[in-house]
């Protein structure tokens, strides 16, 4: 595997199941970061983490549970979601730092029924 | 305003010519431009990156950095059709906060 994977890439899930998502980076960074992208919506930042350490918290639901076991790791944990929150969830990695890209995964498409 | 902005689009160009998209910029710590090309249903995926004034040239894109002015451009020549996407400014401050634009949507008519 190369950079950064998500699993799974489509989840369909009801308001009242728990799921997670996971994601994987190989590309020996230290910073993670989930995203949010509604159809034909900008990118919403929700959750970065630098050095296993939650560094920033957009305002988001707590229905949404973010983990970070180790540095090539992250999990969003779902539960008790909202239809409006269907949407592309993206992963991204990056070395820690102003100067560093950030390398995305392929998403997961949510679908909240 | 801001920190990040772009024009929405969608910005249409025949085949061939030059698409220039233009991003400006709230904070004067930032040190670190990129561009990023998403196609419709797809993740990001960086396309350029700059770090000084002036352009720099990779392929048929070209961006360009005026700190002065906090503004930042990229432009595609001999632009096809497959480059019809969707294009993310990002900017790092130099604590290391990445901010993205909204994304301008480039069409490019055969």
Same mark, same amino acid.
């Given at each position: 595997?190369? !950079?950064?994977? =998500? ?9 009242? $199941? ?6 994987? *980076?190989?590309? !020996?960074? $230290?910073?993670?970061?989930? #995203?949010? =992208? ?10 970065? #983490? %630098? ?6 918290? $957009? %305002? ?9 076991? $180790? ?10 979601? *909202? ?5 592309? #969830?993206?992963?991204? %990695?990056? =070395? *820690?730092?102003?100067?560093?890209? =950030?390398?995305?995964?392929? !998403? ?6 | ?12 160009v025949?085949?061939?010519?030059i698409a220039s998209?233009? /991003? ?52 595609i020549?001999?632009s ?8 993310? /400014? ?16 480039l069409?490019?008519?055969?």
């Amino acid at each position: 595997e190369t !950079g950064v994977t =998500q699993t799974p890439r489509h989840l369909v899930m009801g308001m009242t $199941n728990k799921k997670s998502l996971k994601c994987e *980076q190989h590309l !020996g960074h $230290n910073a993670m970061y989930w #995203y949010k =992208q509604s159809a034909k919506k900008p990118l919403e930042l929700m959750f970065v #983490y %630098s050095l296993e350490e939650r560094v920033e918290n $957009n %305002s988001v639901p707590s229905r949404f549970s973010p983990e970070c076991p $180790n540095s090539s790791h992250l999990f969003l944990h779902l539960h008790t979601l *909202q239809p409006e929150d269907s949407a592309l #969830y993206l992963c991204a %990695s990056s =070395q *820690q730092g102003g100067s560093y890209e =950030q390398y995305f995964g392929p !998403g997961t498409r949510l679908t909240v029924t | 305003q801001k920190e990040v902005e772009q024009n929405s689009g969608p910005l249409s160009v025949p085949e061939g010519a030059i698409a220039s998209l233009n /991003c400006t910029y709230s904070d004067r710590g930032s040190q670190s431009f990129f561009w990023y090309r998403q196609y419709s249903g797809k993740s990001p995926e960086l396309i350029m990156s700059i770090y000084s004034n002036g352009d720099k040239e990779d392929g048929r894109f070209t961006a360009q950095l005026n700190k002065a002015s906090q503004y930042v451009s990229l432009l595609i020549r001999d632009s096809q059709p497959s480059d019809s996407a969707t294009y993310l /400014c990002a900017v790092n401050t130099n604590a290391g906060k990445s901010t993205f634009g909204d994304g301008t949507t480039l069409t490019v008519k055969p």
